[in-house]
């Protein structure tokens, strides 16, 4: 198999689940589930284009001759025995001439275990090249963390050989989990201490002790198990004439050969690897989302945006025409000193009280309605809010009916309270934005308002000179005994009042009045932010879709690739395959035995 390829797909994989959980698509248990076969995948090795070290592992009960099997296997001395039985963790058995730091690419467990000087024992057993023997703390120990290291050992391993006597063959019903592995790696039994020695009066039963044996292994799950009967002693010392007994030693080693030859290893890997992807498969199958963009909450939550926005808009624009200015018109319109300046004071000061006026009788008309504003789910009492309300009101409603269409929308129901907020606050400042904007625009230097400025002071100084003639001709008058007449007074009155209204005209025409600039102004951005927080609100929710459909497309074609990856680089293996014998049967079978009793 093309590891490189397994190493992306495993890559793609990983991505793929971290967005679903992004976007709340990922069913907890289901991620968890994928999560932890991501896991098991990398000791399974499927990220690794080929395999440079093959790991056989030894597990078994107490005192069944794990160290001295290997001894055997090894021609050699290599292991102490008895190590396994006292000690807490495994020992791994490695040629000199390959590198431990390698077995982090196996499994995480194995390379600390490679780390560590007290659990490797380096070797130069050349029938061992390349080849890695795990020998594994005691299933039947007390110790519940021996039992969970060897477990969470086998999948690192490509070949399992689980050793016990024929006093401690019953153990195995203990290590059942060792039936789940049976598809993915090659499993062998052996029956060692097999001597006359160690069988003692039970020699006689020696037939009904592998037969029983195959009956529990049956009972397991491994309907045609392997088994081997072996005496380690006979291979570090000659046996007496007479006390032989059939040994199978050179039957275990020819079956390790088979399965540390590099092509029955690559066939090996592949059935392993097989196994592995589909359970890779399985959880990433049941991960994919349902695509969402043509379904009916989707096409119908398209369509729900428009009604809300235009119904936020006019609320928007009414309350901005009826919202009342600030004094912009004092500061965008110079007062002068003189008369004319005076008018314009009385008149803003008139029309100041005249606006608080009707402002309370349509405050007394309009109370009702603001205090059920005010008990709305924002409090509309202030700019906008109504308008906010309607946003919220409506992504509350895509929400509710998300949630009956069974459509998840992750994390776009807090973008949308987040935007709800959002526009609340930018609606609510927007009167004082607006103000500061138009006064900003107002005192800014112009010629037209320089031409204002003047035309002003041009008004109040002819308003000036016509009082002073008036003054002098009355003054003089009084002097020579020629009073003025009633006409010069009216002509002088009427002149001045002809005047004011110069005045008032040239101040309206070089600066109009910001009432209505302002409130158009106003009702326009305000328009602007409803449209954008709306436009936001539905591009939250197309994203989301696209995220699901996307998510979804990916994820079947995630699947297809894995099977396209196991058909190409994995072909089945048939009865015929000389590999197939290395592994047991997978279905388990009734068959009558007979048990055997168990002596210590």
Known sequence: MAGAHGAGLLERIERWAAALEARGLARELAAGALREVLEQSRGERLDLAD???????????????????????????????????????????????????????????????GRDPARIVRHARDPLLHKVLVDTPDIDSAVRTHRETTQALVHAADLVLFVTSPEKYKTIEAARWLAEQRQQRAIAFVLNKWDRDALGLRYAERERIVEDFRATLRQIGFLDPIVFKVSSLTAISPVEPGREIE?????????????????AAAAIRDRRRRRAWGRVGGAVAALVPAPAGQSPVALAAAEGWTAPRTRAVQLARAEALLRPAPAL??????????????????????????????????????????????????????????????????????????????????????????????????????????????????????????TGVAALYAVECLIAVVLLLALWRVGAGFVSGDYASLGLLVNTVALLFFLLLLGQFAGNLFFPPWQDRFRRLLAHQAEERIGAAFARGAELLHQQLDATDRLAAEGRGLLSDIDALVGADMPALTPADDIARLFPATQPAAAPHHPVSQRS
């Not at 006292?86 to 058995?93: D, E, F, I, K, M």
């Not at 040994?247 to 092509?263: C, F, K, P, Q």
């Not at 906008?384 to 309300?389: I, L, Y």
């Not at 009101?393 to 949630?403: C, G, I, K, N, S």
């Open 51 to 113: 395999d440079p070290l093959l790991v056989a592992m030894l597990c078994g009960p107490t005192a069944v001759g794990k160290s001295s099997l290997i001894n055997a296997l090894a021609g050699a001395q290599i292991a102490a025995p008895g190590l396994g039985a006292a000690t807490s963790a495994p020992t791994l058995y490695v040629h000199e001439r390959d590198d431990p730091a390698r077995l982090f690419e196996y499994s995480q467990a194995l390379g600390q275990l």
């Open 247 to 263: 040994n199978e030693l050179t039957a275990v080693a020819a079956w390790l050969s088979a399965g540390l030859d590099r092509t």
């Open 329 to 450: 018109q004092d500061a965008a319109r110079p007062v002068t000193p003189g008369l004319l300046g005076s008018w314009t004071r009385l008149a803003r000061r008139v029309g100041g009280a005249a606006g608080a006026v009707r402002g309370l009788i349509a405050g007394w008309g309009a109370g009702a309605d603001r205090s059920a504003a005010a008990s709305g789910p924002l409090g509309a009492s202030g700019f906008g809010d109504a308008a906010a309300m309607l946003l919220q009101q409506a992504t509350r409603d895509l929400v509710t009916a998300a949630e009956a269409g069974r459509l998840v929308l992750g994390p776009v129901a807090a973008a949308w309270e987040e935007e709800v907020a959002r526009l609340r606050r930018n609606l609510g400042r927007l009167p004082d934005e607006t103000a500061a904007e138009l006064s900003g625009a107002a005192l800014r230097l112009s010629l037209r308002r320089l």
